[in-house]
């Protein structure tokens, strides 16, 4: 009992080290690429709700949405590097440099931790017009440039439905069409024919029958969606990215601050009630370090490359 009781003290001397060599001074601003009420909102409130209490210090959810993310990253571009600004989302720096709009991609940050998890966007339709992949598939050979699809100019979902299209061998008829609520109205009004979603938000209108889901592109089908089918089930090979939301902070930022993140979500995850908060809004937890993260920004921005300079030969 005496070794294990000093054991659990070495733990905790450790632990409380860790989070001593650094913390926030004052309130820190989560910049986030979005507005509020969708996936990257509610998970970065999950994650202030949960490091305010392990920590003591507050955090505040920032919403910067448009221009595809780079108005939120500019704003954490121009911060100080000491900790208390850093930018929360997933993949848009580097589709926003691939598509033209910005001339930096994640290498003009200092990666932190990945936090959670969301399934590649699925792509909808309204079952009042098409029933399946199968029927919308014709229906947009049939009427080539026709069919709109929404999506944001220069953002995640756009290489998805240029990818999609090459695949599916058709063409559709791209419109920027705003928010996710706006793009949700278009589908429900009849005015757009598909839409790429996160899950969170469309999960509602999937189970009143109101939407119904061609198929997520990812390898293989992820329990938070089980019930929805990948393309490649159907017969189109199409694996896009998932959204891996990480922070992002400016470059100079110091490595104890990195540290201090990386330690917080780690504790945050052994948390179940943090697990428990993170599911409900649809996402899954889902922890890297920073090293581990920054591989996967160039992974991921090596596809995003990699898809333009293919649609564009």
């Excluded at 601003?29 to 409130?45: E, K, W």
């Excluded at 098409?130 to 709109?148: M, R, T």
């Excluded at 100079?252 to 990386?262: G, H, N, R």
């Amino acid at each position: 009992m005496k070794k294990a009781l000093l054991a659990l003290l070495a733990v905790l001397v450790v632990t409380s080290c860790a989070f001593a060599e650094w913390k926030p001074s004052t309130t820190v601003s989560i910049i986030v690429p979005a507005g509020a009420g969708g996936n990257t909102d509610l998970s970065a409130r999950v994650f202030a709700q949960y490091a305010k209490e392990l920590s003591g210090c507050d955090f505040i959810v920032v919403n910067a949405n448009g221009a595809a993310g780079s108005i939120a990253a500019d704003q954490v571009l121009a911060s100080a590097p000491d900790g208390h600004t850093f930018l929360y989302g997933h993949n848009l720096v580097n589709v926003a440099n691939v598509a033209g709009i910005t001339d930096y991609n994640y290498t003009a940050f200092k990666l932190g931790p990945t936090f959670a998890k969301d399934p590649a966007q699925q792509l909808y339709v309204n079952p009042k017009k098409y029933k399946n992949l199968d029927e919308f598939i014709k229906a947009a050979k049939e009427k080539p440039g026709e069919l709109v699809a929404c999506t944001e100019v220069g953002a995640y979902t756009y290489y998805e439905i240029l990818k999609f299209q090459e695949l599916a061998g058709i063409q559709l008829d791209l419109v920027d069409y705003g928010s996710n609520s706006d793009k949700i109205v278009g589908m429900l009004s009849g005015q757009v024919d598909m839409m790429p979603g996160a899950y969170i938000n469309c999960k509602d209108y999937l189970a009143s029958g109101q939407f119904v889901a061609l198929g997520v592109p990812s390898a293989e089908r992820y329990e938070l969606i089980k019930d929805i089918p990948t393309f490649k089930e159907q017969g189109i090979d199409l694996v896009y990215p998932d959204c891996d939301f990480s922070f992002y902070f400016p470059k100079d930022t110091p490595d104890e601050v990195i540290a201090w993140y990386e330690n917080i979500v780690q504790e945050m995850e052994k948390n179940p009630e943090c697990l428990e908060a993170i599911k409900k809004v649809e996402m899954m937890p889902y922890y890297l370090s920073a090293a581990d993260s920054e591989k996967h920004d160039a992974e991921y921005f090596n596809t995003f490359k990699t898809i333009a300079d293919q649609l564009a030969n």
